[in-house]
């Protein structure tokens, strides 16, 4: 069973930052490619960024230059560095991965607002 627990949500004013915590289990970490999705309200889940099991990084246009995605393969854990934030990253942040099958944490809520 594969488990997945975001961590580091919570409420920041425009223009400041937070990062993401994704810890993973029941699964070969390293080989794993990892990705962070976001779902704003009435709105469809849309996929933020990704980063392989070799280290290679891509990102949504909405924030490219603003985010980025990294791994700890020895603390099996993905973050995600979000500067310049604005009130349009307002979302739920959810970790995913495909290991047999879809894989979803429950979220973390980021609110931007001052």
């Known amino acids: 069973q594969v488990y997945l627990v975001e961590s580091g949500g919570g409420l920041v004013q425009p223009g400041g930052t937070l990062r993401l915590s994704c810890a993973a289990s029941g699964l070969n970490f390293k080989i794993a490619t990892m990705k962070w999705y976001r779902q704003a309200p009435e709105k469809e889940r849309e996929l933020v960024a990704v980063?392989?099991?070799?280290?290679?990084?891509n990102y949504s246009e909405s924030v490219k230059g603003r985010f980025t995605i990294s791994r700890n393969n020895a603390r099996n854990t993905v973050y995600l560095q979000m500067n310049s934030l604005t009130p349009e990253d307002t979302a739920i942040y959810y970790c995913y991965v495909y290991y047999h099958r879809d894989n979803w944490g429950r979220g973390t809520q980021v609110t931007v607002s001052s």
């Open positions: 980063i392989s099991s070799s280290g290679d990084t």
